[in-house]
């Protein structure tokens, strides 16, 4: 999965006085988080064999699958809310939120060869994604297997979260005009005065908790009218101090959503043929 899909599942709690102390990444949250991304994975599984359709605009039913065609067709970014249980309850997050969204672009005329070529182009993503990417540079590359390094960095509430982190990804054809790929933060960092002489990294286990880990997942399909990309991004973040988590909550959610929105919308903007007038990144986006 490529990194830009969801670098920021950052949560601007510093304007708040809690924000200034660190909050350890407990063992039973990762254990639960790592039960959600496993649970989630066997999902995807059946996904890329064909036990059922590949894209997720494709398991909607048929008539809310006819709106949400004609709104990529306008060129509209449509991002969704997803939740994964543990058989049929909700898997509990102590210490923790588990941020799960999925978004989807139409890339008309665009081949998938195209579409994935220009995803790989990571020592180009501060250009391509500004001002949400700030640095990126591929430490190692073999094949489909990427290993960069990334510096993102989103605002909210006058407040800059700077967010160092190395991402695994792997791409994976599957059959005939389809591609999968699977993006993990190995290694994240904050990073304090970004810039400045007096800049310092924390790891994120030791840190405020903007962001513990995160997870992303593409899936590329090539059809008549274009190139499908969607993106899934799993994220996990500190949980919020009882007596604000009303207020914050929807806060916190808005930032993963509003990431996948804007980095699809690049990429249908960098990739769309010049006679195609449609909507672009800057024109409705949410689900």
């Avoid at 994220?235 to 929807?250: H, N």
Wanted: aromatic share 8%; charged share 25%.
């Amino acid at each position: 999965m490529t990194p830009v899909r969801m670098p920021l599942a950052i949560v601007c709690l510093s304007a708040l006085p809690f924000a200034s102390l660190a909050l350890e990444l407990k063992p039973v949250t990762l254990a639960a988080f790592d039960r959600y991304v496993q649970l989630s994975e066997k999902r995807m599984d059946d996904e890329i064999r064909g036990a059922s359709p590949f894209l997720w605009i494709d398991r909607q039913p048929d008539r809310e699958r006819g709106q949400l065609l004609q709104r990529l067709n306008r060129g509209e970014v449509v991002v969704t809310r997803l939740e994964t249980l543990d058989g049929r309850a909700e898997i509990a997050v102590k210490g923790g939120l588990i941020h799960h969204w999925i978004g989807t672009v139409l890339l008309p005329g665009v081949t998938m060869d195209r579409a994935v070529a220009f995803v790989r182009q990571y020592e180009r993503y501060p250009e391509h994604f500004a001002p949400m990417i700030r640095r990126s540079r591929v430490l190692a590359h073999t094949g489909d297997h990427y290993e960069v390094a990334m510096r993102t960095s989103t605002t909210r509430m006058l407040v800059t979260v700077v967010i160092d982190a190395d991402y695994v990804i792997d791409y994976r054809a599957v059959g005939v005009g389809r591609v999968w790929t699977k993006s993990v933060a190995n290694r994240i960092a904050e990073v304090d005065s970004a810039g400045q002489p007096t800049e310092r990294a924390r790891p994120a286990e030791q840190a405020s908790g903007y962001l513990w880990r995160l997870n992303n997942y593409c899936a590329f399909e090539q059809r008549p009218e274009g190139t499908y990309e969607q993106c899934e991004s799993i994220s996990l973040t500190r949980d919020l101090p009882f007596g604000v988590d009303w207020m914050i909550r929807p806060l916190v959610s808005s930032i993963p959503r509003e990431t996948l929105a804007f980095t699809l919308g690049r990429v249908r903007a960098a990739t769309r043929p010049p006679n195609d007038r449609s909507a672009g990144p800057e024109g409705p986006a949410l689900h």
